[in-house]
């Protein structure tokens, strides 16, 4: 992973961490990977395999972890199950978040010129509404080059799935991961929703069972949250995310969705989220491949009780933007933690630029050198 810190000055710094030993943690603090599987007895509707959870790198502030996950903030739920998308006895492959109210919505997608179907549907979702309920996810299934057919069958998901919450469908929002040129297994998904939507859960198993089923080659999920004050007023910024190969900047085979119990509107909120991702999941290359389906989903519900965000400049916005800044850095770490074939976890961090745009240049430069991978 490469960083450019927004403070005025920035320095040059290259740290190295080889993970070798399960058991014990290096001199730095990183944890040493552990490829380990641990295998779970679950219901009939969920796979039997499950994955462990990633460390989570959270950078200093003033803010502590907490459990959770996606349903960490208030007014929202998770699940995954197993619904027949991989081959049987894989692990959980559906996995869905929902909102109790209309939560500000915000999303940042991959630049391959080859979008999923599903890219191409929540980009014209968030073109035309401030906010939504839900984001259901696949794995299994890429449906990208799919062409009308492979958008087709996002449709029909998103309308039985908003028929069943009762819903409008351009309150759900979709994204897929998994083989490339393969349509969803429209059968079994439409046949699992129900299961689905009884699993919903607000608790910390609904939430992990959730980063469980979205994963694909990944070793570990990707699972965080934390609380801290913002304006006095006690908020959560919760996510999960999935990626292992095919890392790139911009994003590449990436799905993350972020939830916050802040109160922000829209245009605040997608901007803090745009600044965000660059930040953190813009940040990170395990091997130069980008992907037709990156994609990052960020709800806020507006239930935590604090006043609404309305300007960027604002010092609550300045607090949300740094606990998003932290959670989205954290799944971003894990995830080049987690890249295939990785043996360490290099940080580069740039110190002199003018500018973060130049700094991440500069960085990007060293951390995608085969020479320096070597």
């Known amino acids: 992973m490469f960083s450019c810190l927004p403070q005025q000055h920035l320095f040059l710094h290259f740290h190295s961490v080889t993970f070798s030993n399960p058991k014990v943690f290096n001199s730095s603090g990183y944890p040493l990977r552990n490829l380990r599987m641990s295998v779970a007895s679950t219901s009939e509707n969920q796979a039997s395999t499950y994955i462990p959870a990633a460390p989570i790198f959270l950078p200093q502030g003033p803010w502590n972890q907490i459990p959770g996950g996606v349903t960490a ?3 929202f739920k998770a699940a995954g199950i197993y619904g027949g998308l991989r081959a049987k006895g894989e692990k959980p492959d559906l996995a869905l978040v929902t909102c109790d109210v209309d939560a500000i919505s915000a999303g940042s997608f991959t630049t391959n010129v080859v979008a999923a179907a599903p890219v191409l549907y929540c980009k014209r979702i968030l073109d ?32 039985s799935l908003a028929e069943l ?3 409008k469908p351009e309150e759900v929002l979709v994204e897929s991961t998994g083989v490339i040129g393969q349509r969803i297994k429209k059968g079994a998904l439409l046949n699992s929703l129900p299961v689905l939507l009884k699993s919903l859960s607000t608790s910390v198993e609904g939430a992990d069972s959730a980063a469980v089923a979205i994963t694909t080659t990944d070793l570990v999920s990707k699972s965080v949250a934390i609380e801290s004050l913002v304006g006095g007023t006690k908020v959560r910024v919760g996510g999960m995310a999935k990626g292992s190969g095919m890392i790139h900047p911009n994003m590449a085979t990436m799905l993350g969705v972020v939830t916050t119990d802040a109160r922000v509107n829209s245009d605040v909120w997608r901007k803090m989220v745009r600044i965000a991702v660059n930040r953190s999941f813009n940040q990170i290359t395990v091997d130069g491949d980008t992907s037709t ?14 006043g609404c965000i309305s300007s960027l400049d604002s010092d609550e916005a300045t607090q949300l933007q740094g606990c ?8 971003a770490k894990s995830i080049a933690w987690d890249g295939e074939g990785a043996t360490c976890l290099i ?15 500069v960085a990007r430069s060293v951390a995608s050198s085969s020479l320096v991978k070597a």
Do not use: F, H, P, W
């Open 128 to 159: 035309n509404s401030e906010t939504a309920r839900a984001v259901l996810i696949n794995a299994g299934q890429a449906n990208a080059a799919t062409g009308e057919a492979g958008y087709q069958d996002v449709i029909d998901c998103v309308e």
């Open 165 to 167: 919450l009762k819903l």
């Open 293 to 306: 389906n990156d994609t990052v989903i960020a709800l806020a519900s507006g239930l935590s009780g604090l």
């Open 324 to 331: 998003l800044d932290a959670v989205m850095q954290g799944l």
């Open 347 to 361: 940080e580069v961090t740039v110190v002199g630029a003018n500018s973060e745009a130049e700094a991440a240049k």
């Open 73 to 75: 903030a208030e007014g």
